[in-house]
């Protein structure tokens, strides 16, 4: 996929996040589709449009939702580096890979940004907000992200998922 494409569709990704998705919250929780698209295309495009991806992305994220300047890129650009690091040693094609990315992801977005959070504006949210916002988001992430990851898995790698 070349960058153009690339660019064009991180930007309707992140339009679709910041105006369609808000109103489709489950418990309060909106799913992250940039998150989605960050995984599956570093999976499937491999380290270096992982990274572009990621700081296509991110850079758009920082402007529109604006939490800061260079939090998003710094975010993705961590997630998309660990899951290539490990893109020799997974198992692309099976169920169980998505999902193991999508929570882990999730998981680590919510504390990035809890923290970023608690740094920033001094709050901390209860633990068990907490722990209900990781289930709700983790799963969230998961039963939307799966379809997508085996589309991209069938149209760009020509695998079924197993």
Do not use: C
């Amino acid at each position: 996929m070349k960058d153009r494409y690339l660019i064009l569709f991180s930007l309707i990704i992140v339009i679709i996040q910041t105006t369609i998705l808000p109103f489709l919250k489950i418990g309060g929780v909106v799913m992250s589709l940039p998150l989605i698209f960050l995984i599956s295309g570093t999976v499937v495009f491999g380290h270096w449009k992982g990274l572009r991806i990621s700081v296509y992305l991110g850079i758009l994220l920082d402007v529109l939702i604006g939490k800061g300047l260079g939090v998003y890129i710094f975010l993705y650009l961590i997630i998309s580096y660990v899951i290539s690091s490990f893109e020799e040693k997974i198992f692309k094609d099976n169920f169980i890979t998505p999902i193991i990315l999508f929570v882990f992801s999730s998981i680590f977005e919510l504390i990035f940004f809890s923290i970023f959070k608690y740094i920033s504006t001094g709050y901390f949210m209860s633990f068990n907000t907490f722990i209900f916002n990781i289930i709700v988001y983790s799963l969230y992430n998961s039963i939307v992200g799966i379809p997508i990851y085996a589309y991209f898995m069938k149209k760009y790698m020509g695998y079924s998922m197993r």
